[in-house]
Nanobody
Framework: QVQLVESGGGLVQAGASLRLSCAAS????????MGWFRQVPGKEREFVAA????????YIADSVKGRFAISRDNAKNTVYLQMNSLKPEDTAVYFC????????????????WGQGTQVTVSS
């Protein structure tokens, strides 16, 4: 079992940066690939980024490529999403998710989910 808790969201102006954190409980965190997704009301959950269990492979959505980066610290059981040059269209609830070993672009392939953290970017 893995429990996930996101933090770091908030209200910022366009062009600002935020770093989201996802703290995981459970001894097997290092075996899990981790992903970040976002969702706005009335829309499907959207892939943002993923990182493999080793941290050697990362996947970034085209919509945020060059602005967002994903990383992990297995010693701290934490995965991060660094978000730079934020835009109003990045406004969403951001969720972290976990699945064994390899990342995926598809939310239904993840076993564990956090409760989400709100990110609001004003223009």
């Amino acid at each position: 079992q893995v429990q996930l808790v996101e933090s770091g969201g908030g209200l910022v102006q366009a062009g600002a940066s935020l770093r989201l954190s996802c703290a995981a409980s459970g001894r097997t965190f290092s075996s899990y690939a981790m992903g970040w997704f976002r969702q706005v009301p009335g829309k499907e959950r959207e892939f943002v980024a993923a990182i493999s269990w080793t941290g050697r492979s990362t996947y970034i959505a085209d919509s945020v490529k060059g602005r967002f980066a994903i990383s992990r610290d297995n010693a701290k059981n934490t995965v991060y999403l660094q978000m730079n040059s934020l835009k109003p269209e990045d406004t969403a609830v951001y969720f972290c998710a976990g699945r064994l070993y390899t990342g995926s672009y598809y939310p239904n392939e993840y076993e564990y989910w956090g409760q989400g953290t709100q990110v609001t970017v004003s223009s």
